[in-house]
């Protein structure tokens, strides 16, 4: 399987371990990455907001590269997904699409729309599937508890994402089972996690966060697993600030979706990035038998 990667902004900087994980998964899962330096940023949050249309013709021109290339579009960001696929979709509008065709048209570029998005979970549990992935399981995650965290931009808008439902989904469920863990279910799974007001009301997105994280931990959760890096962005890196908004103590590890995988498939956490979390995993690798990591 061949897919042009787009790994999004945070997974090349603040989360590294994002996609350093991608790549030890899609390597032992036979999935090649072909990268593409001259992809842009999706521009959620500060483009879409002031020009709609001048973010549909920037996610035009990534998706008409992977469409030259004749390849499937790799996210491992839902934002990056979100904002892809509803590019798509406002391409469905003749309106927006003879504006987005001129504006591309500028600069050399044409899309047809034939690039298909797709986020990593979608590739593990549609295109290679849970059992499969099972197969290839040397570590088995028994005995760990995992609360999936879907975030928004994956399951909404739903009209327009046309993926599983919104209110109860199941994919990431069922990847978790396939690794070996108990998969977790609790209402906060498909709620937001705060970052998009996270710079403009900071107490009340950590609160939102915070409340997320408890209600895994009421419900048994030992960690969270996140296919967003924006969400691991408010329950790892602002956990902190998580527990002071909500008034207790929260210490819940959050995996990144491919090293969750990556773990029961064999790597190392440092393989991984783990050691890269604010929030020690440590609790986490101890149920599975894995050494600790250094601190």
């Known amino acids: 399987m061949r897919l042009a990667y787009y790994p999004g902004c945070v997974a090349q900087e603040s989360g590294k371990e994002l996609d350093l994980a991608t790549r030890w998964v899609c390597r032992k899962l036979g999935i090649e990455l072909v ?93 290679i599937g849970p059992e499969a992935i099972r197969r290839q399981v040397r570590r088995p995650l028994t005995g760990l508890k995992v609360g999936a965290f879907y975030g928004c931009h994956l399951l909404r808008p739903a009209a327009e994402m046309r993926s599983e439902s919104a209110e109860d989904p199941h994919s990431f469920e069922d990847l978790i089972a396939a690794l070996g863990a108990t998969p977790v279910m609790y209402r906060g799974r498909v709620m937001c996690c705060g970052f998009p007001i996270l710079f403009v009301k900071e107490e009340t997105a950590n609160r939102i966060a915070g409340h997320q994280i408890e209600d895994a931990k009421a419900h048994g959760a030992h960690a969270m697993a996140t296919p967003c ?67």
Do not use: W
């Open 35 to 127: 990268e593409f330096p001259n992809f842009s940023c999706c521009g959620s949050g500060f483009i879409d907001e002031a020009n709609s249309v001048l973010n549909v013709a920037l996610n035009a021109r990534n998706l008409a590269i992977a469409e030259k290339a004749g390849l499937d579009l790799l996210t491992v960001c839902s934002t990056c997904q979100g904002m892809l696929t509803l590019a798509n979709r406002r391409l469905e509008e003749p309106a927006v699409k003879t504006k987005v065709d001129g504006a591309l048209g500028q600069i050399g570029v044409s899309y047809h729309g034939g690039t298909s998005v797709r986020h990593l979970l979608q590739v593990l549990t549609e295109s």
């Open 229 to 295: 890096p924006l969400c691991h962005i408010s329950l790892d890196s602002f956990q902190n600030l998580a527990e002071r908004a909500v008034g207790r103590d929260l210490d819940m590890p959050i995996f990144h979706l491919p090293q969750l995988v990556g773990l029961a498939l064999g790597a190392t956490a440092e393989e991984l990035g783990l050691p890269r979390h604010l929030v020690s995993t440590d609790s986490a690798l101890q149920r599975i038998g894995e050494v600790a990591v250094p601190t």
